[in-house]
């Protein structure tokens, strides 16, 4: 079992930054594949970013490409996502996910087995 708890969202205008963090507990964070969905109202929730478990390895959707940065800590059990030059369109509830399966690359929100509760991020134009 791991638990997820996001914080650092918020309204920001077109065009800041913002960094959400994802802290864990329980077992060993190391252990987690980590990602980052979003869901806006009326839409399905979509891939944002994945990293692996030792941070090596990220990718992207394609809608924040060269604007977010995934990056973790495993000595303090956490996640972040860097975001820049935000666009209204990023507007969403902003949920972190974790998995014990490393075995590819998970970027359908059906493939992870744990989630944080989720933070709302709004971007104004």
């Known amino acids: 079992q791991v638990q997820l708890v996001e914080s650092g969202g918020g309204l920001v205008q077109a065009g800041d930054s913002l960094r959400l963090s994802c802290a864990a507990t329980?077992?060993?964070?190391?252990?987690?594949?980590m990602a980052w969905f979003r869901q806006a109202p009326g839409k399905e929730r979509e891939f944002v970013a994945y990293?692996?478990?030792?941070?090596?390895?990220?990718y992207y959707a394609d809608s924040v490409k060269g604007r977010f940065t995934i990056s973790r800590d495993n000595a303090k059990n956490t996640v972040y996502l860097q975001m820049n030059s935000l666009k209204s369109e990023d507007t969403a509830v902003y949920l972190c996910a974790a998995d014990s399966d490393y075995s590819y690359v998970k970027y359908s929100p059906g493939r992870y087995d744990y989630w944080g509760q989720g933070i709302q991020v709004t971007v104004s134009s």
């Open positions: 990293i692996s478990r030792g941070g090596g390895n990220t």
């Open positions: 329980g077992r060993t964070f190391s252990s987690f594949v």
